[in-house]
Nanobody
């Protein structure tokens, strides 16, 4: 019922750009913060970017600041990650995450299946 489907990954040269999309269904998208994580082979999954439910605030890993932009369109139930000036170290599987946190710290989250981004010449 709940679905997060990433798309837009692929092979790109260093310095190139990609835009990832994550289409959500089965929950009230506009009440969830959204984020992008990535995981490279042999490395831990790391937070790349996050955006609040209404899109009013964003947060980025230091490694991608100035290069990546997270955005969302609540009317389309979609979150995006615009990736510019890509580097080989950006190569990873990128996952979108939906998170809702209550005042009593109860948390509910969902994960997509991931999309591969490969940056190589």
């Amino acid at each position: 019922q709940v679905q997060l489907v990433e798309s837009g990954g692929g092979l790109v040269q260093p310095g190139g750009s990609l835009r990832l999309s994550c289409a959500a269904a089965g929950f009230t998208f506009s009440t969830y913060a959204m984020s992008w994580y990535r995981q490279a082979p042999g490395k831990e999954r790391e937070l790349v970017a996050a955006i609040t439910s209404a899109g009013g605030s964003t947060n980025y890993a230091d490694s991608v600041k100035g290069r990546f932009t997270i955005s969302r369109d609540n009317a389309k139930n979609t979150v995006y990650l615009q990736m510019n000036s890509l580097k080989p170290e950006d190569t990873a599987v990128y996952y979108c995450n939906a998170l809702r946190t209550y005042l009593d710290l109860r948390k509910f989250d969902y994960w997509g299946q991931g999309t591969q981004v490969t940056v190589s010449s």
